[in-house]
């Protein structure tokens, strides 16, 4: 069974993607001007050879940031695989040059790009007003096997494919296209009892984007609106007016289903929403209002606004906040405009130097009430009405050259005394090792109303033939202390990560871990190939 299984996942993953041919390759380098706790901005003389989604490489030759946006002469990159980068570093992108092909020139990408920050501290969005329509295409596929083995268990496999499409400009027109889709598929026991789907397709992201001129978009099917991000994915038609640096949007559609999240048509939303870009040498923000009314069956479900602002101070400090109201209480048919705070989130990270950096967040959240969904318990969820509250410190420091550490605390609180959490994590990584590659060493405590965990992790990881194979070794101990009767244990777990980079367009990687409780050996193993595609067209 096992044989079989493994025989049919390779032959899945293989019909899901192909290796490209290489051409000569070629290097380009840049210099890092700017660093976050999670993303890296870098300035080349020219970009129109790097896509999105392609990797660059540190000064250590780690392929560790991923291209997310860029402009015509730098790109933001997203930090993976503990990636450890400074300003003014040196960093190389390899591409293969095809001679064939004529690459296009800066000029000829007239771009006014306008960058905001909203990842847990900052995301950053690339406002383009083009009056010169580029096509610009990427795309990535993935297909994945996770599989369990137990002696005393039953075996479980999993198929996953991903695909996502981002299609500026299709053909230099003003039509854009861009989508996420995720199947999943459950490879059970024949004899199993279980009740569960064997498989899932979910739709993430499906839109379409229409450029009416430079200032005019409007954009219709399931799509998040980064701006107004607390009402998740819209199914519908948004539009959206630049005035300058400020904007105004429309949204109307409908929720996705809360059970399977598809399309539901009595789940109706509308709502708008005005803003404003600041983008000054020391000063870069953007700050959205908006207001939304959420129904069901034609009632009101809920009726709110939110306000969210991200900004970057000197590019030393960086502030993301979000704010919800909800507007609307309907208890026993009594309708009330009663004002309550279901959602407050403060972050800040201020950036001492290339070597020290710190960061402070507060978030307050209640339980989101539809009063329509849930009219029946109503009361006892008003009752109920406690915010959940957190707080979170992280510290990063490089005392020297190689060597990167941090340390962070968390913790969480209810006026109930329900739910609290404290966690306490740290880290020391050593980058350049006698015998090269990297060590990493991480704890983590975390005490709650019912179990105190303690993990330890140690992980050494080296890069082979220009990079192009990544190696991780890893062993982690675990124990926990119920506060219950359950007896307290330990699991040990080892495992080992090996990924190969054929070119920038098609990686295979394969992980195993062994994991032991008492008695008991699990096997986990997975697979992954992944296939990235793009595409540039000049403009004629």
Same mark, same amino acid.
């Given at each position: 069974m096992r044989y079989k299984f493994y025989f049919i996942s390779i032959l899945y993953m293989v019909l899901s993607g192909s290796a490209l041919a290489q051409d000569n390759l070629q290097t380009i380098i840049g210099?890092?001007?700017?660093?976050?706790?999670?993303?890296?901005?870098?300035?080349?003389?020219?970009?129109?050879? %790097?896509?999105?989604?392609?990797?660059?490489?540190?000064?250590?030759?780690?392929?560790?940031?991923?291209?997310?946006?860029?402009?015509?002469?730098?790109?933001?990159?997203?930090? %993976?695989?503990?990636?450890?980068?400074?300003?003014?570093?040196?960093?190389? !992108?390899?591409?293969?040059?095809?001679?064939?092909?004529?690459?296009?020139? +800066?000029?000829?990408?007239?771009?006014?790009?306008?960058?905001?920050f909203n990842d847990s501290i900052q995301a950053i969005e690339d406002t383009s007003k083009k009056t010169n329509y580029v096509e610009e295409i990427t795309g990535r596929l993935s297909a994945a096997s996770y599989s369990n083995f137990s002696k005393i268990r039953d075996d479980n496999h999993r198929l996953m494919t991903r695909f996502s499409l981002e299609a500026n400009h299709i053909n230099n027109s003003r039509v854009s296209v861009e989508t996420y889709l995720n199947y999943r598929q459950n490879i059970y026991p024949k004899d199993t009892t279980r009740n569960l789907n064997n498989s899932d397709l979910n739709v993430y992201n499906l839109a379409v984007k229409y450029d009416v001129d430079s200032t005019l978009s409007i954009t219709a099917g399931r799509k998040i609106n980064y701006k107004i991000s607390s009402l998740g994915a819209i199914d519908g038609l948004q539009a959206e007016k630049f005035f300058g640096n400020?904007?105004?949007?429309?949204?109307?559609?409908?929720?996705? $289903?809360? !059970?399977?999240?598809?399309?539901? +048509?009595?789940?109706?939303?509308?709502?708008? @929403?005005?803003?404003?870009?600041?983008?000054?040498?020391?000063?870069?923000?953007?700050?959205?209002?908006?207001?939304?009314?959420?129904?069901?069956?034609?009632?009101? $479900?809920?009726?709110?606004? @939110?306000?969210?602002?991200?900004?970057?101070?000197?590019?030393?400090?960086?502030?993301?906040?979000?704010?919800?109201?909800d507007l609307y209480n309907k208890v026993n048919d009594s309708v009330k405009d009663n004002l309550r705070i279901t959602n407050l989130y403060?972050?800040?990270?201020?950036?001492?130097?290339?070597?020290?950096?710190?960061?402070?967040?507060?978030?307050?959240?209640?339980?989101?009430?539809?009063?329509?969904?849930?009219?029946?318990? %109503?009361?006892?969820?008003? $009752?109920? $009405?406690?915010?959940?509250?957190?707080?979170?410190?992280?510290?990063?420091?490089?005392?020297?050259? @190689?060597?990167?550490?941090?340390?962070?605390?968390?913790k969480r609180f209810q006026s109930d005394s329900q739910n609290k959490s404290d966690n306490m994590y740290g880290y020391v990584s050593f980058s350049k090792l006698p015998i090269d590659g990297r060590l990493s060493l991480t704890y983590n405590s975390n005490a709650s109303n019912y179990l105190k965990s303690n993990i330890v992790s140690l992980r050494y990881s080296r890069e082979f033939w220009d990079s192009r194979l990544s190696t991780d070794i890893y062993y982690r101990f675990v124990n926990y202390k119920y506060e219950t009767n359950v007896p307290d244990f330990n699991q040990h777990y080892l495992g080992a990560y090996l990924s190969y980079y054929i070119d920038r367009s098609f990686t295979i990687s394969f992980s195993g871990e062994v994991s032991k409780y008492n008695d008991e050996t699990n096997y986990r193993v997975n697979t992954q190939i992944i296939k990235r595609f793009f595409r540039s067209r000049k403009k004629k």
């Open positions: 210099k890092v001007t700017f660093v976050t706790s999670k993303n890296a901005y870098v300035k080349f003389d020219n970009t129109t050879v %790097i896509k999105i989604g392609d990797t660059l490489q540190a000064p250590n030759k780690q392929k560790c940031l991923v291209v997310t946006n860029k402009s015509s002469n730098s790109v933001v990159c997203l930090k %993976i695989n503990d990636c450890q980068v400074n300003k003014d570093d040196k960093i190389s !992108y390899v591409y293969e040059f095809e001679t064939t092909n004529k690459v296009l020139e +800066t000029e000829e990408i007239q771009e006014n790009i306008g960058i905001s400020s904007y105004v949007g429309v949204l109307a559609g409908f929720r996705p $289903d809360i !059970y399977d999240y598809g399309l539901n +048509t009595n789940l109706l939303q509308y709502g708008g @929403y005005v803003g404003q870009l600041t983008d000054h040498e020391n000063f870069r923000s953007q700050t959205t209002l908006g207001f939304a009314e959420q129904k069901n069956n034609n009632e009101i $479900d809920r009726r709110f606004t @939110y306000l969210q602002h991200s900004s970057t101070i000197f590019k030393k400090l960086n502030v993301f906040s979000t704010l919800e109201v403060v972050s800040g990270r201020y950036r001492f130097n290339s070597k020290l950096n710190v960061a402070l967040s507060y978030d307050s959240r209640k339980r989101i009430i539809y009063y329509k969904t849930y009219e029946t318990d %109503i009361e006892q969820l008003l $009752d109920e $009405d406690i915010a959940r509250q957190g707080l979170r410190a992280r510290l990063n420091i490089k005392p020297f050259k @190689y060597v990167f550490t941090g340390f962070s605390y968390s």
